[in-house]
């Protein structure tokens, strides 16, 4: 089994990248009896987002005071293994983040400005096929850190808010991931998502259009809209396909996973 390394990237805050990594995670675990996917999500964001998806409040506080969480696994520069947590869902796990990767970049520098530590970290799971997929939450920001996750990656999803300010910024991020692929050969941007479509609002063509118009970086025919059942899932800890399977999003992240599984990376 060949372990396909995803991130979800936009160093624009606020874009849908937690809530499209945590909701695109499941739907990959649970596409089918035969075509289910085993899935580690890998919380790289201080907020710890991705992981209160899963776990309640005071799971999430204790994995940031453990030492097995993401920031004490890149520090040690081992035993990454360690931080795996099973969620309630069959073949889909997590590392959770910790609020002190505000201080990565500093720990990255320190230890000589690698661009390779999360690559190293994750090569014995990609060499034993544990997954069939990685998906990583990027935070919203370009440094050393997201170096090294782009690093690790074979593809970058890209969520882009369908919103009045949601491309700025955009060219700036893509330069970034073209840069880092001068590096790591293998990566490439898998597409970009149209989040938060309101259709009563005029910006989701506008912006399908816009990208469409400009460039040559693939957009998925999925987009997700507002749905304020998956903020009642958030809420819930749950993705919203478990928390409520007939909304329209779970529908929705389900033809996404269903387009993304079909790239070849
Ligand atoms: N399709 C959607 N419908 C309604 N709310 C959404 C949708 N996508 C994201 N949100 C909400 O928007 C906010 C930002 O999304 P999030 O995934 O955290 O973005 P990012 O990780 O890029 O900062 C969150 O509060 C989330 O609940
Ligand atoms: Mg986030």
Not at 201 to 207: A, I, R
């Amino acid at each position: 089994m060949k372990t396909t390394v995803l991130t979800f990237a936009n160093n624009k805050g606020g874009s849908g990248k937690s809530t499209t990594c945590s909701n695109v995670a499941y739907a990959l675990a649970t596409l089918s009896k035969t075509k289910n996917k085993k899935v580690l999500m890998i919380d790289g964001d201080m907020q710890m987002n991705l992981s209160l998806s899963f776990f309640g409040e005071d799971e999430v506080l204790g994995f940031n005071e453990s030492e097995d969480n993401l920031y004490h696994a890149l520090e040690r520069g081992k035993d990454i293994e360690k931080c795996i947590r099973h969620t309630e869902f069959e073949g889909l796990d997590l590392i959770p983040s910790s609020m002190l990767m505000s201080n990565i970049e500093e720990v990255l520098y320190k230890n000589g400005g690698d661009r390779r530590v999360l690559e190293k970290l994750l090569k014995g799971l990609i060499k034993d096929s544990v997954y069939d997929y990685i998906l990583i939450d990027a935070p919203p920001t370009l440094g050393l850190w997201v170096r090294n996750i782009l690093q690790a990656s074979n593809g970058v999803v890209i969520p882009v808010e369908a919103s009045p300010w949601g491309l700025f910024g955009l060219a700036n991020m893509i330069g970034y991931v073209e840069d880092s692929a001068k590096e790591n050969k293998g990566l490439k941007v898998a597409g970009i998502v149209i989040t938060k479509v309101d259709v009563r609002k005029n910006y989701f063509h506008q912006t399908e259009e816009l990208l469409k118009s400009t460039g040559d970086i693939p957009v998925f025919k999925t987009h997700i809209r507002v749905d304020s059942s998956i903020e009642w899932a958030q809420d819930n800890s749950k993705p919203v396909g478990a928390y409520r399977k007939s909304s329209r999003s779970a529908g929705e992240f389900k033809d996404l996973a269903k387009e993304i599984d079909k790239i070849d990376f």
